[in-house]
């Protein structure tokens, strides 16, 4: 432990030396670069700060657009809302319209329908009937039917209306008068007697008589006076009924 | 002087081992500096991290003693804790012995420690202002600060003087009796201890410094505040 003056004021230069030394190549380096890194630190934080405070910005005028937008949308939806249900009123009471129309239009048709089916049934029962009835005259026909038939025109020549009889007479005061008869089966003789008797009364004189037989009559007599024609006959009576009918239809 | 250590001389100035191990300590730090900081960038590889780490922390440690007074005492400071550091280790390799082993070296750092705290201290409020808390409280107090001044610069030569020649000697004194790989743990304690010397001894210098420095700011803070109320 001995103090060497030489050695003590050398360290003291020494050590001083050293200071400025490593101020030169340590710690001015070394801070200074600490320095620029902290400098660009502080430019990027404040160029970050700039971005945010433009983000902001931005954020706060796009939310502003958003709510303009939302408002405006908000105004169109009411709006179109307004539109839609006059539209809709519109459409509906010119739906109701058609609808009113379209049902008269299908009662008039079911109308018709209802109509043409009646008629339709009517028709067919009329036809059930003619038919039945054709079957069932016919069937019944025969000379006591002939013989009915005759006492029916008998009759009904008694009682003609004066205007026809004296249609006939003047059919039957033509010079080439003549009586045309035409039955479904031979008359016999007493019942062509009574009838030209019936016929010489009704025309006041008698009048030549030519006879024919017409199986398609069914039964009865037809007596042809010029271009009048009395008619008791089956087939006559079903055909003026079927045309009867058909005029009540 | 111990004339076995005298490695050579310059004339009338015998220059000792310490000398030559401190130029030797002066030389590789000042080229390992000057080519570690030759090519700085702002994005840092591991050394330069290492680098920026070691002098960071230097500049915080003072920053949190002294705030604003981290960049004027870096250098000093700085400087105290890395040379001493280094020098305390350079006992550890064979053939080596530590500058701070030596008392001229120890003595010369604790002048240098004395001086600066007066410097700054100065340079803080001025000459006048700076030696009247010699006298504060009471001119009475002026031969205990300075026995104070001069025990506590007494204190830091020799402690860190005591501290790495014990370990030296420590370690030969077992390298001498014991066998080859023995003194190993010695040397590790000689490593804990060196960084923790050269820790105190840098860590009292920015203690005092700082002391010198806030007593005047303490005092010119109490006559402002008098003289505003």
């Known amino acids: 432990m001995q103090l060497d003056w030489t050695t003590f004021l050398l360290q003291i230069v020494n050590f001083l030396v050293l200071v400025w030394l490593l101020k030169r190549f340590l710690y001015r380096p070394v801070l200074d670069v600490i320095a620029r890194r902290r400098e660009g630190i502080e430019k990027a934080l404040n160029d970050a700060r700039d971005a945010e405070a433009r983000a902001e910005t931005l954020r706060q005028d796009y939310e502003r657009k958003l709510a303009e937008q939302d408002s405006a949308q908000a105004a169109s939806m009411a709006r179109l809302a307004d539109e839609i249900a006059a539209e809709r009123s519109r459409r509906m009471a010119k739906l109701d319209a058609e609808l009113a129309t379209e049902r008269e239009r299908q009662a008039a048709l079911v109308e018709k329908q209802t109509a043409d089916a009646g008629r339709k049934a009517g028709d067919a029962a009329r036809a059930a009937a003619l038919s039945f009835v054709s079957r069932l005259l016919g069937r019944l026909s025969g000379a006591e039917l002939d013989r009915r038939l005759l006492d029916m025109l008998i009759e009904d020549l008694a009682t003609l209306p004066a205007e026809q009889l004296e249609a006939l007479n003047d059919a039957a005061a033509a010079p080439d008068a003549s009586l045309q008869l035409t039955t479904a089966r031979a008359l016999s003789e007493a019942d062509q007697t009574r009838l030209l008797s019936a016929l010489s009364n009704a025309l006041g004189h008698s009048l030549p008589m030519t006879k024919q037989i017409d199986p398609s009559m069914q039964s009865g007599l037809r007596v042809g006076i010029g271009p009048w024609m009395l008619a008791a006959s089956l087939a006559d009576e079903l055909a003026f009924f079927r045309s009867g009918a058909r005029r009540a239809c | ?229």
């Open chain 2, 1 to 229: 002087m111990d004339t076995e250590s005298i490695i050579f001389t310059i004339g009338p100035l015998a220059i000792t081992r310490p000398v030559v191990t401190t130029w030797a300590v002066m030389l590789g730090l000042t080229l390992l500096c000057a080519i570690a900081t030759r090519r700085l960038k702002l994005d840092p590889g591991p050394f330069q991290t290492m680098l920026e780490g070691i002098v960071g922390t230097i500049h915080d440690a003072i920053d949190d003693t002294l705030p604003d007074y981290g960049v004027r005492l870096l250098p000093f400071i700085g400087t105290l804790w890395i040379f001493i550091a280094i020098a305390n280790l350079v006992g550890v390799l064979p053939g080596a012995s530590s500058p701070t082993g030596d008392l001229s070296t120890t003595a010369a750092l604790a002048i240098l420690v004395f001086l600066s705290v007066h410097w700054f201290g100065i340079r803080g409020e001025g000459v006048r202002a700076y030696l009247s808390h010699y006298v504060q409280p009471s001119p009475i107090m002026l031969p205990f600060h300075i026995i104070s001044e001069i025990s506590r610069t007494v204190a830091l030569a020799v402690r860190l003087f005591g501290n790495v020649m014990s370990l030296e000697t420590a370690a030969i004194l077992v390298l001498l009796v014991a066998g080859f790989l023995v003194p190993v743990p010695v040397l590790a304690l000689h490593i804990v201890e060196a960084l923790v010397q050269a820790y105190i001894f840098g860590m009292l210098a920015l203690v005092y410094i700082s002391g010198g420095i806030q007593s005047q700011q303490s005092r010119s803070s109490r006559i402002k505040a008098g003289a505003s109320s």
